[in-house]
């Protein structure tokens, strides 16, 4: 359904040391490196047929979070829910929402962990037993 996820960024060099870090655990290489005619500059990581972007705003403006927005990364297991967390943390994330571990989803127990990165952005790493 989904060709790519971006999110702005107001310093792409952090966001890289970020989501280097965090999206590299999760088997992303190094990100595909673009700057537009307008200077801004975006960074495409690809993994597995998806892509996310970080980029600076087109428009100028300062980069925001969506309010209610979250971007969920699939995990392999309990432990890497955990390991993205710890990681996230240690590049300048911020945990949210409690610590990483078991949830009732409604169908069944997931493990789940929050974080926002350096700009805000609420992402959540998910394992879901099959």
Known sequence: MFN???VGTNDIQRSQRFYDAVLGMLGAGQPIRNEAPSGHV??????EGNTFCVSEPINGEQATPANGGTIGFKC???????????IAVQHGGVSVEGPPGPR???MGTIHLAYVR???GN????????K
């Open 4 to 6: 790519h996820i971006m």
């Open 42 to 47: 975006r960074l495409f990581y690809r993994h």
């Open 76 to 86: 392999s297991s309990p432990e890497q829910v955990r390991e993205f967390h710890d």
């Open 104 to 106: 009732d989803g409604g």
């Open 117 to 119: 990165d350096p700009d």
């Open 122 to 129: 609420k992402l959540c790493a998910l394992h879901r037993p």
